[in-house]
Antibody, heavy 117, light 113 residues
Framework: QVQLQESGPGLVKPSETLSLTCTVS????????WSWIRQSPGKGLEWIGY???????NYNPSLKSRVTMSVDTSKNQFSLKLTSVTAADTAVYYC???????????WGRGTTVTVSS | DIVLTQSPDSLAVSLGERATINCKSS????????????LAWYQQKPRQPPKLLIY???TRQSGVPDRFSGSGSGTDFTLTISSLQAEDVAVYYC?????????FGQGTRVEIK
Protein backbone atom coordinates (compact mmCIF):
# COMPACT_ATOMS: atom_id res chain seq x y z
CA GLN A 1 0.00 0.00 0.00
CA VAL A 2 0.98 3.64 -0.34
CA GLN A 3 3.39 4.78 2.36
CA LEU A 4 4.85 8.19 3.13
CA GLN A 5 7.85 8.96 5.32
CA GLU A 6 8.94 12.40 6.47
CA SER A 7 12.59 13.18 7.06
CA GLY A 8 14.58 16.22 8.10
CA PRO A 9 16.16 17.99 11.07
CA GLY A 10 14.27 17.85 14.33
CA LEU A 11 15.78 21.10 15.57
CA VAL A 12 15.99 24.38 13.66
CA LYS A 13 17.32 27.69 14.93
CA PRO A 14 15.14 30.79 14.87
CA SER A 15 15.35 32.79 11.62
CA GLU A 16 16.70 29.76 9.72
CA THR A 17 14.99 27.58 7.14
CA LEU A 18 13.06 24.43 7.96
CA SER A 19 13.53 21.77 5.27
CA LEU A 20 11.61 18.51 5.16
CA THR A 21 11.34 15.72 2.61
CA CYS A 22 8.59 13.17 2.16
CA THR A 23 9.47 9.90 0.45
CA VAL A 24 6.58 8.15 -1.29
CA SER A 25 6.39 4.38 -1.71
CA UNK A 26 4.03 2.35 -3.88
CA UNK A 27 2.59 5.34 -5.71
CA UNK A 28 3.73 7.50 -8.57
CA UNK A 29 4.44 10.98 -7.32
CA UNK A 30 3.45 12.41 -10.71
CA UNK A 31 -0.10 11.10 -10.43
CA UNK A 32 -1.28 12.87 -7.31
CA UNK A 33 -1.36 16.03 -5.27
CA TRP A 34 0.79 16.02 -2.14
CA SER A 35 0.19 18.08 0.99
CA TRP A 36 1.96 19.25 4.09
CA ILE A 37 0.02 19.71 7.31
CA ARG A 38 1.30 20.64 10.72
CA GLN A 39 -0.05 20.20 14.21
CA SER A 40 0.84 22.21 17.26
CA PRO A 41 -0.88 22.28 20.64
CA GLY A 42 -1.79 25.89 20.23
CA LYS A 43 -3.21 25.84 16.71
CA GLY A 44 -4.45 22.31 16.08
CA LEU A 45 -4.21 21.00 12.51
CA GLU A 46 -3.03 23.57 9.99
CA TRP A 47 -2.91 22.93 6.25
CA ILE A 48 0.33 24.35 4.83
CA GLY A 49 -0.35 23.65 1.17
CA TYR A 50 -0.07 21.17 -1.66
CA UNK A 51 2.07 20.53 -4.69
CA UNK A 52 1.58 18.66 -7.95
CA UNK A 53 4.36 17.88 -10.37
CA UNK A 54 2.52 19.47 -13.29
CA UNK A 55 -0.38 21.45 -11.75
CA UNK A 56 1.77 23.56 -9.47
CA UNK A 57 1.26 24.62 -5.89
CA ASN A 58 -1.33 26.09 -3.58
CA TYR A 59 -0.18 27.53 -0.26
CA ASN A 60 -1.98 28.70 2.83
CA PRO A 61 -2.00 32.52 2.58
CA SER A 62 -0.96 32.74 6.21
CA LEU A 63 2.37 31.07 5.32
CA LYS A 64 2.65 31.81 1.61
CA SER A 65 5.47 34.34 1.88
CA ARG A 66 7.69 31.79 3.64
CA VAL A 67 6.75 28.47 2.00
CA THR A 68 8.12 26.63 -1.00
CA MET A 69 7.06 23.13 -2.02
CA SER A 70 8.58 21.06 -4.78
CA VAL A 71 8.53 17.58 -6.30
CA ASP A 72 11.49 15.41 -7.27
CA THR A 73 10.08 12.81 -9.65
CA SER A 74 13.41 11.01 -10.01
CA LYS A 75 13.42 10.20 -6.30
CA ASN A 76 9.64 9.96 -5.83
CA GLN A 77 9.89 12.63 -3.15
CA PHE A 78 8.39 15.99 -2.41
CA SER A 79 9.68 18.65 -0.09
CA LEU A 80 8.81 21.60 2.11
CA LYS A 81 10.90 24.66 2.86
CA LEU A 82 9.76 27.20 5.43
CA THR A 83 11.96 30.24 5.86
CA SER A 84 12.52 32.62 8.77
CA VAL A 85 11.14 30.22 11.35
CA THR A 86 10.16 31.23 14.86
CA ALA A 87 9.04 29.31 17.92
CA ALA A 88 5.50 29.48 16.52
CA ASP A 89 6.60 27.06 13.78
CA THR A 90 7.34 24.34 16.32
CA ALA A 91 5.00 21.49 15.46
CA VAL A 92 4.60 17.96 14.21
CA TYR A 93 4.80 18.13 10.42
CA TYR A 94 2.90 15.59 8.34
CA CYS A 95 3.06 14.86 4.66
CA UNK A 96 -0.02 13.39 3.01
CA UNK A 97 -1.48 12.43 -0.34
CA UNK A 98 -4.34 14.66 -1.42
CA UNK A 99 -6.93 12.99 -3.59
CA UNK A 100 -7.70 15.43 -6.44
CA UNK A 101 -6.18 18.15 -4.16
CA UNK A 102 -9.12 17.72 -1.79
CA UNK A 103 -8.99 15.21 1.08
CA UNK A 104 -5.87 13.69 2.60
CA UNK A 105 -6.27 9.93 2.36
CA UNK A 106 -2.75 8.70 3.20
CA TRP A 107 -0.55 10.31 5.84
CA GLY A 108 3.03 9.93 6.96
CA ARG A 109 3.71 9.26 10.63
CA GLY A 110 4.82 12.83 11.18
CA THR A 111 8.07 14.40 12.29
CA THR A 112 8.52 16.77 15.19
CA VAL A 113 10.32 20.01 14.44
CA THR A 114 11.36 22.28 17.29
CA VAL A 115 12.50 25.83 16.67
CA SER A 116 14.99 26.81 19.34
CA SER A 117 18.45 28.27 19.68
CA ASP B 1 -10.98 31.42 5.55
CA ILE B 2 -13.81 29.03 6.37
CA VAL B 3 -14.00 28.47 10.12
CA LEU B 4 -15.20 25.07 11.35
CA THR B 5 -16.49 24.89 14.91
CA GLN B 6 -16.95 21.49 16.48
CA SER B 7 -19.11 20.64 19.45
CA PRO B 8 -18.65 19.41 22.04
CA ASP B 9 -14.92 19.75 22.69
CA SER B 10 -15.03 16.39 24.44
CA LEU B 11 -17.51 13.70 25.32
CA ALA B 12 -17.56 10.50 27.32
CA VAL B 13 -19.77 7.69 26.11
CA SER B 14 -20.40 4.21 27.47
CA LEU B 15 -19.26 1.24 25.42
CA GLY B 16 -21.95 0.28 22.94
CA GLU B 17 -23.67 3.65 23.15
CA ARG B 18 -23.97 6.33 20.47
CA ALA B 19 -21.52 9.20 20.11
CA THR B 20 -22.46 12.30 18.15
CA ILE B 21 -20.09 15.07 17.08
CA ASN B 22 -21.18 18.26 15.38
CA CYS B 23 -19.31 20.50 12.97
CA LYS B 24 -20.61 23.92 11.97
CA SER B 25 -19.10 25.83 9.06
CA SER B 26 -18.91 29.62 8.82
CA UNK B 27 -20.16 29.34 5.25
CA UNK B 28 -21.78 26.70 3.11
CA UNK B 29 -19.51 23.98 1.74
CA UNK B 30 -22.19 22.67 -0.60
CA UNK B 31 -21.11 23.06 -4.21
CA UNK B 32 -24.29 23.66 -6.17
CA UNK B 33 -23.01 22.43 -9.53
CA UNK B 34 -22.56 18.85 -8.31
CA UNK B 35 -24.65 18.94 -5.11
CA UNK B 36 -21.71 17.68 -3.06
CA UNK B 37 -20.70 18.83 0.40
CA UNK B 38 -16.96 19.38 0.53
CA LEU B 39 -16.49 18.11 4.07
CA ALA B 40 -14.46 15.25 5.55
CA TRP B 41 -13.98 13.65 8.94
CA TYR B 42 -10.74 12.30 10.38
CA GLN B 43 -9.88 10.20 13.42
CA GLN B 44 -6.62 10.71 15.29
CA LYS B 45 -5.47 8.26 17.92
CA PRO B 46 -2.63 9.11 20.33
CA ARG B 47 0.79 9.28 18.67
CA GLN B 48 -0.71 8.57 15.25
CA PRO B 49 -1.47 10.72 12.21
CA PRO B 50 -5.06 11.54 11.36
CA LYS B 51 -6.96 8.87 9.45
CA LEU B 52 -9.57 9.72 6.84
CA LEU B 53 -12.95 8.32 7.86
CA ILE B 54 -15.54 10.08 5.71
CA TYR B 55 -15.55 12.41 2.73
CA UNK B 56 -18.29 14.15 0.74
CA UNK B 57 -19.85 14.50 4.21
CA UNK B 58 -21.27 10.96 4.20
CA THR B 59 -19.10 8.60 2.11
CA ARG B 60 -17.10 6.18 4.21
CA GLN B 61 -13.49 5.62 3.24
CA SER B 62 -12.65 2.05 2.30
CA GLY B 63 -12.15 -0.13 5.35
CA VAL B 64 -13.92 2.16 7.81
CA PRO B 65 -16.44 0.28 9.97
CA ASP B 66 -20.08 1.01 9.22
CA ARG B 67 -20.71 2.16 12.79
CA PHE B 68 -19.21 5.46 11.59
CA SER B 69 -21.58 7.63 9.60
CA GLY B 70 -21.66 11.22 8.45
CA SER B 71 -24.61 13.44 7.70
CA GLY B 72 -25.56 17.04 7.12
CA SER B 73 -25.45 19.60 4.37
CA GLY B 74 -24.55 23.22 3.79
CA THR B 75 -23.16 24.47 7.08
CA ASP B 76 -24.14 21.82 9.63
CA PHE B 77 -22.67 18.35 9.79
CA THR B 78 -22.61 15.39 12.16
CA LEU B 79 -20.35 12.41 12.70
CA THR B 80 -22.07 9.54 14.49
CA ILE B 81 -20.50 6.47 16.02
CA SER B 82 -23.50 4.19 16.43
CA SER B 83 -22.02 1.80 18.99
CA LEU B 84 -18.83 3.02 20.61
CA GLN B 85 -15.98 0.53 20.79
CA ALA B 86 -12.84 0.81 22.91
CA GLU B 87 -10.73 1.32 19.80
CA ASP B 88 -12.75 4.42 18.89
CA VAL B 89 -11.15 6.47 21.66
CA ALA B 90 -9.57 9.30 19.70
CA VAL B 91 -9.85 12.91 18.66
CA TYR B 92 -12.10 13.55 15.68
CA TYR B 93 -11.71 16.44 13.26
CA CYS B 94 -13.85 17.81 10.47
CA UNK B 95 -12.16 19.42 7.47
CA UNK B 96 -13.52 21.45 4.60
CA UNK B 97 -12.11 21.25 1.09
CA UNK B 98 -14.58 23.62 -0.53
CA UNK B 99 -11.95 26.29 -0.81
CA UNK B 100 -8.34 27.03 -0.02
CA UNK B 101 -6.95 27.23 2.51
CA UNK B 102 -8.25 23.87 3.63
CA UNK B 103 -9.26 24.23 7.27
CA PHE B 104 -9.98 21.89 10.16
CA GLY B 105 -12.21 22.04 13.17
CA GLN B 106 -10.57 22.27 16.58
CA GLY B 107 -11.24 18.60 17.32
CA THR B 108 -13.52 16.61 19.61
CA ARG B 109 -12.07 14.14 22.09
CA VAL B 110 -14.09 10.95 22.56
CA GLU B 111 -13.52 8.90 25.70
CA ILE B 112 -15.12 5.92 27.40
CA LYS B 113 -17.46 6.67 30.29
Amino acid sequence: QVQLQESGPGLVKPSETLSLTCTVSSASISSHYWSWIRQSPGKGLEWIGYVHSSEGTNYNPSLKSRVTMSVDTSKNQFSLKLTSVTAADTAVYYCARSLYSLVMDVWGRGTTVTVSS
Amino acid sequence: DIVLTQSPDSLAVSLGERATINCKSSQSVLYSSNNKNYLAWYQQKPRQPPKLLIYWASTRQSGVPDRFSGSGSGTDFTLTISSLQAEDVAVYYCQQYYTAPRTFGQGTRVEIK
